[in-house]
């Protein structure tokens, strides 16, 4: 029973060590990628959150749930967005938390307000000006 209990409380030192410094990714130019490679470019304020997919290019709010989550709202896309979406389908909020602090990354997981099979998973580098 002892051996559990400081396996928990190791468990859980590490998990909140590992969330503390999620603040430092809020404002700032990253590169999202995934498998080695550069998916996203993205530059963020403490409010806005803009994407580039090559010629895609979004517009999002963000709202910051707490220092690790956050949530993004479409506000608008250019036409290479809109030419690559279905016509009928909305654009669903996506909920973000980060799940791992690194010195100069993150890694996050996200998913759709709706759709909770969905689950993105991805490491966001911080990149300079």
């Avoid at 603040?23 to 990628?33: D, E, L, M, S, T």
Wanted: hydrophobic share 40%.
């Amino acid at each position: 029973m002892k051996h559990i209990l400081i396996v928990i409380i190791f468990l859980t030192a590490t998990l909140s060590f590992a969330q503390t410094d999620c603040q430092k990714f809020k404002i700032g130019n990253f590169q999202n990628v995934e498998d080695g490679v550069v998916a996203a470019k993205l530059k963020r304020n403490d409010s806005i959150q803009i994407e580039e997919y090559g010629p895609i290019k979004v517009k999002l709010k963000i709202n910051w749930i707490d220092d690790c989550n956050y949530k993004l709202i479409f506000v608008e896309g250019n036409e290479a967005f809109w030419n690559s979406r279905p016509k009928d389908k909305p654009t669903p909020d996506l909920f973000v938390r980060i799940i791992e602090v690194k010195e100069r990354s993150y890694i996050q997981e996200a998913r759709f307000e709706h759709e909770k099979a969905f689950n993105y998973k991805s490491e966001i580098f911080r990149v300079e000006d």
